[in-house]
């Protein structure tokens, strides 16, 4: 099923992890560019393995492996059958899976968990007929804790964050730093140790579990937490559509039942409880770690400059087809139901 060029690259990749010991139809290699430490590597793939084997009934298993290059390339690895499966930031490719950055707005989710499951329902009811997923067989959507403030100096007001260079991954978290006045310094999330340690940027934009996955406590002076955070990050789980393709429907179906909304709520969930683990890190690290209250000026502050954020959002999709202001309801109504749920 594999080809010779396929076939190579996979063996100079470096295997990381293998989740099944017995002979099986069919393997998925799988690409990941985090630490393995980091809650995908820790507990996303292991179990969604499982899932896999189980639900196949052994036929097929799941390797994953570690990717060197820059995450954003990770979709074309996928769509051209370098791997079988991989995940990225979708912000890493501007203009492509515009419509997930629904769930990029800030305010929008409570937590990784509701906001992945918020997400996966509104793109199957709402987006999915646009097509942004063509060449790939999508598994899953995701997103990250709310993303805060990782910096080596206090934020007392937000006027502290004023010329700071701050390092963004991309998406709406951009159209925030500029209205913050900060300078922005493009870069993906692992880059940020480096970057802070060489004085390259004063911070960085990123979820609270960054404090120990990425030993952001080590840098950092000071961590900023906001209610309901600046932004999230929408990932995307993808699947090569000619591996896909090549199972027996039986395989199929095994394999789509445990993705999509399940799927998306385990890496959701994941991220989120490890948060939990940053705050740990920051504070036996020593960083001055704020929880800032709804009614803290400086929370006041960001809501001003975020709005109209959501606005932005919808005039960057109004070339899709499908009706993104319904889409953004939807997904606000998700939000309050799924928290409902809980």
């Known amino acids: 099923m594999m080809n010779f060029k396929k ?32 809650p995908q590597n820790e507990t996303v793939w292991p179990i969604w393995a499982k899932w896999v084997e189980e639900a196949t009934e052994g036929r097929v298993e799941v390797i994953v492996e570690n990717y060197t290059g820059h ?16 995940f990225s930031v979708n912000a890493y490719l501007p203009g492509r899976f515009s419509l997930t950055s629904v769930a990029e707005i800030p305010g929008e989710i409570t937590d990784a968990e509701t906001g992945s499951v918020a997400l996966w329902r509104t793109y199957k009811n709402y987006f999915e007929s646009a097509g942004e997923y063509d060449g790939l067989q999508l598994l899953a959507l995701f997103v990250h804790g709310p993303g805060q403030l990782h910096t080596k100096f206090p934020v007392n007001s937000l006027d502290d964050l004023k010329g700071k260079k701050m390092r963004v991954g991309g998406g709406l978290i951009n159209d925030l ?5 900060v300078t922005p310094v493009a870069a993906p999330a692992p880059k940020s140790y480096e970057m802070m340690q060489q004085g390259v940027v004063d911070g960085t934009f990123l979820p609270v579990q960054e404090q120990k996955f990425l030993r952001l406590s080590e840098i950092s002076s000071d961590l900023t937490l906001f209610p309901r955070g600046l932004y999230t990050t929408a990932f995307s789980v993808v699947m090569n559509v000619d591996t896909f393709e090549s199972l027996s ?29 940053g705050i740990l890190e920051a504070k036996s690290n020593g960083v001055n770690v704020v929880f800032l209250a709804e009614d803290d000026q400086r929370v006041k502050d960001l809501n001003k400059l975020a709005k109209g954020i959501d606005q932005l959002w919808m005039d960057s999709v109004k070339d899709r087809d499908v009706d993104v202001e319904a889409g953004l309801a939807a997904f606000r109504q998700y939000v309050k139901d799924i928290n409902s749920e809980k």
Do not use: H, M
């Not at 190579?8 to 990941?32: F, H, K, Q």
């Not at 954003?72 to 079988?84: L, M, N, Q, R, S």
């Not at 730093?177 to 006045?181: D, K, S, T």
């Open 177 to 181: 730093a500029e209205r913050l006045e």
């Open 249 to 277: 429907k039986k395989d199929q179906d095994a394999i789509i039942s445990v993705s999509g909304e399940k799927l998306s709520r385990l890496a959701g969930a994941a991220w989120g409880k490890a948060d939990e683990n």
């Open 7 to 38: 076939s190579l690259l996979c063996v100079t990749a470096g295997a990381v992890l293998s989740l099944s010991a017995t002979a099986a139809e069919t393997t998925l290699r799988v690409a990941t560019w985090l630490p393995p430490t980091n």
């Open 71 to 86: 995450p954003k390339t990770i979709f074309d690895a996928v769509e051209d059958g370098v791997y079988d499966v991989g």
